[in-house]
Every structure is written in structure tokens, then in C-alpha cells.
């Protein structure tokens, strides 16, 4: 679907409420607001909607105004605007159009009456058959519906005076000119417009504020029904689930007792078998005795093979460290005495250089 948001403008919570339920239903995305000044200054701020819902009578600015400012402006003049009215009347829906109005949902708005609409939009759309934005002149009377039902029939020249006269112009007018006399059956008909149109206006006031009193109520008394009614379903839902627990573990006590039952229940025949049986037999015994016997003849065998191979290594260790000891000893004995004949030819070779110096001091002093 082409349309897929809308702005809806209506100073009613109540009528803007029941519509944006109906177009949340098609899936479509909605923004409201509560004045035609609202709505104008949304459009230039925000994101532009594909469809505009404009309510037809507001306090302030008006929807046939609202929509002229939006008519009037480039930006918006392509947005395509729904009034909202209760006027059913094919010379006001006539009278609609010209002002730009795309088409009229009667209020209050049904679901069938409002589908055939959106669609009829979203086909015109898809096929690129929007009507063009009218260009409306300064000379336009303002749509009205309480004007539309008691318009007071004048020709379109026609001047009102308090009394005639004689000079050849009335007002500014041309003496050729219609003019009716301001009779009181004139004032009593201007006067009952006038009224009619007061009391409308101020009715619609009075029925827009004791609806949103009623809608204000109404949400109060369903958000507190919604507060009881979690806080019941809660509470109940506390209980199922203590009656859960508490099923849980009386289940799960008797199913400790059963197993608890079928131990000791196994453990006892246990015990008779082992007092039947008697303990062990003199053929285990037996067994038991050649077992050990076996094991001992094992170990003897063990320990004198291992002691056997710990002397041969004694004696192995033995040789070589005697071997060892009397190389040391003799290469030991060798360096003494090579030690001691370095000290001896030492000790000669001094004495022999005594001798000759001696020698030689003989020989010169028996020279000298």
C-alpha cells in the first residue's frame, strides 16, 4: 500500500483516538495533533505524511483555513487532505473540493466507510491521478457549515439599508441596483444565524471537552482495570507456582524414601547371604594359604638373585677402586722422585758454581 502514514488533526482526543485505532488496524504509522496551528507547524518541521485527516470545525483556525495554508504552500500543496465532518450533503462535499479537499469521511468513522477511501487514495496515488492543487483567489468565501445551512437569501447585488432614499446612489451603489430593506424580520433572520452559529461553535466546545472528560475517565478506568487485573493474574501465577514447588518437592521426599527403602531393603538381603555363606571356608583357607606360600617362595628367589648380583658388583667396585688407588700411588711416587733429582742436580750445580767462583777469586787474588 502506497499510504502507509498519516497526520490527523482534530482537537477531539475522543474522535482522534477512534481514528488512529482504525488506521493503526491498516498498519499505517500516526501522528496527531490537537490544532490547526499544530498541524502547520508539524508539516514544517517534520517528515511529510502521505495523507492528511483534517477535522472541519476547531477553535482558532479552522479546517477549511488549515487547508488553505497547506494548499497555499509548495512544500505541502501535493499532500492530499480528508475532512472529517459530520455534513453529508453533496453541495458541501462540492463546495469541499474546491478548496482541495481529496474527500470527505463522515463522522463518526466507520471501518468500511474509511477502507473504501484509503483505498481509492492509494489507487490514485499508484496511478499518478491525484487532482491538482486548486489555485484558490482572495475572493473565495470561507466554507462554513452552520453558514451553508442558513444562508440568508439576497440577490448578489442587493445593498441593506434602514430606510430608502432618493438619491441616485445607495451606499456606493447605482440606484439601478436591489435594495432590500433592513426589515425586522431581516434582523430576527441575521440574528438567528448569528445565534445559531454561536451556539454551534460553543456546543462543539462543550461536546469536545465532556468527550475528552469522558475518554480522560474512561483510560483511567481501564488502565486501573489493566493494573488489577495483572496484579490478579500475578497473585495467581504466585500461587501456581508455590503449588508447583510445593508438588515438586513432596515429589521429591517420596522419591528419597523410595530409594532410600530399596537400599535398605538390598542391603539387608546382602547381610543374610554374607551370614549364610559363614565367612570364609576352609577351602578358601586353603587358597589363601598357598597364595601366600607362593608369593613367599617368589620373593626368597627375588632377593637372593638381586643379593648375588649386589656382591659380584662389590667385588667389581673393589678391584677397580684398588686399581685406581695403586696407579695414583705409583704416579705419585714417580714425581717425588722426580722432584727429588731436580733438587739434587740443583743443590750440585749450586755447589759447583760456588767452587768456581771461589776459583776464580783464588786465582785473583794470586794474580793480584
Known sequence: MAIKNALLVDDSKVARFALSKLLESREMKVNMAGSAEEALDYLNHS???????MD?????????????AIKGNP???????????????????????????????????QDDGLALVLDQLDSDVTAGTLPEPPQPTPEEPALDETAAEDSIELPQDATV????????????????????PL????????????????????????????????????????????????AALNERLDALSQRVEDQTRNLRDEVAAEVNLNLGRELSELKKELASSGGFTSEHMAELKDHITSVQTID????????????????????????????????????QQRAASSKIYTVGLAVSLSVFALGIAWLTNLIG
Open 183 to 230: 426589515t425586522s424580520e431581516l434582523i430576527e433572520q441575521i440574528a438567528r444565524s448569528a445565534v445559531k452559529t454561536h451556539i454551534n461553535n460553543r456546543l462543539h466546545e462543550l461536546l469536545s471537552s465532556l468527550f475528552d472528560e469522558q475518554f480522560d475517565h474512561l483510560k483511567r478506568a481501564l488502565d486501573e482495570a489493566d493494573k488489577r487485573q495483572q
Open 75 to 109: 512544500d505541502t500543496a501535493g499532500i492530499p487532505i480528508i475532512m472529517c465532518t459530520s455534513k453529508k450533503s453533496q453541495s458541501f462535499m462540492d463546495e469541499a473540493r474546491n478548496f482541495g479537499v481529496y474527500n470527505i469521511l463522515t463522522k463518526p468513522p
Open 47 to 53: 517528515e511529510r505524511p502521505d495523507v492528511i485527516f
Open 300 to 335: 626368597t628367589e627375588f632377593w637372593q638373585t638381586l643379593q648375588s648380583e649386589a656382591i659380584q658388583q662389590a667385588h667389581e667396585i673393589s678391584r677397580e677402586t684398588a686399581e685406581d688407588i695403586a696407579q695414583r700411588t705409583i704416579d705419585l711416587y714417580v714425581s
Open 161 to 180: 439599508e434602514l430606510a430608502p432614499k432618493s438619491d441616485t446612489t445607495v451606499n456606493g451603489h447605482d440606484s439601478d441596483a436591489q435594495v432590500v
Open 56 to 68: 472541519h470545525l476547531m477553535p482558532g483556525m479552522n479546517g477549511v483555513e488549515a487547508i488553505k
